[in-house]
């Protein structure tokens, strides 16, 4: 997605880029495959910056020689911690890497192969005219250790060099975030506020697992499947009535989902993202809330939205909380979190006449 947006930049044009995620069963066992139509890699950054562990290009002062004028031009990274690469190696077995710089020749296309994973040292080499990215860009290419289609889940077999030693801890987080049925749902999952489009292609089916920015107008009940936990059914059969947009009095729109009560880790139905990718689930907003990455395993992030813009969206909620029909207990709890977001909340009163709930400010 870096590479992208730093063509958009370079280019001009916010429309370009897309990201096609492949799983393809080869003779020799399952491939997992990721490619994009960004700027490409040079010689000097395939061999250099990509495997520096711990070093990100886009943070280092290699990238003013690059590609000159990228900073000035508004582009913010994603990459950080130069240490994205080579997690690959934690599910892969044989890592091949295939780039052409997007301002260069197809002739100029390189590769670099890990044939024996980390164990040995990698070989560049000439791509053909076959193996190039037809527009430029990088294609990475992963032999996974084992086949990640289950009969209900979709999930890598990982490298465990501790024998049979399980964390059940770790088991537990992994199951509650990433709980997927299909490849395509994990890559909605893992990037749900993309702005980027990313296909998905498996047995030579492929569909759009992200549009560019659909999360602003996804329908709500397309919500749960990228947040990835489930959601009670009182709460799927309201989503359409209760997900609004969290706009900061600038109008910038930092957020969108519905107010709902979380009272257990396991009941969580937000996730917080960070330049549209998963960092960690949060309780009470049922739907998508932008913050920051604090940490280099990106499961640790922080709200990037204010309290004025959480008082309006939580004050907004408890009014259409307020026309629904729940329970007394459920009422109490969706007060307690307005409240606690600053909001204010339509107290209900019985009309004894009438018979029904009327609110009162």
Known sequence: MDAIQARRRLQGDDGLGTII???????DGPWLIVEDDGVGMSEHVLTTDLVDFGSSLWRSSAIANEFPGLASRGMKAIGRFGIGFFSVFMIASEVRVITRRFDHAAADALKLLFNQGVDSRPILAQATADEAPRNGGTRVELKL??????????????????????????????????????LAQLVAQI????????????????????????????HPNEIPGRVGTPFPSLLVNNLSKLVTPITEPTGEILGRGALWPSISYTTQSGVLVSSGFRVQSIPHIAGFVRGDVETAARNVGSLAISQSALKSWSSEQARLISKLQLSGEHRALSAEVVLELGGRYFKP??????????HEG
């Open 349 to 358: 009163s019985y009309h004894k006449k009438r018979k029904h709930l009327v």
């Open 21 to 27: 995620v492949r799983l393809d069963r080869r003779s």
């Open 145 to 182: 250790l084992g086949d990640p289609s289950g009969k209900d889940e979709f999930r890598f077999v990982l490298g465990n060099k501790r024998g049979n030693e399980t964390d059940a801890y770790l088991d537990f987080l992994y199951k509650i975030e990433l709980r997927a049925s299909s």
């Open 191 to 218: 990037a749900p506020c993309s702005d980027t489009t990313i296909k998905v292609s498996v047995d030579d089916k492929t569909l759009v697992a992200v549009h560019a920015n659909d999360w602003l107008s996804c």
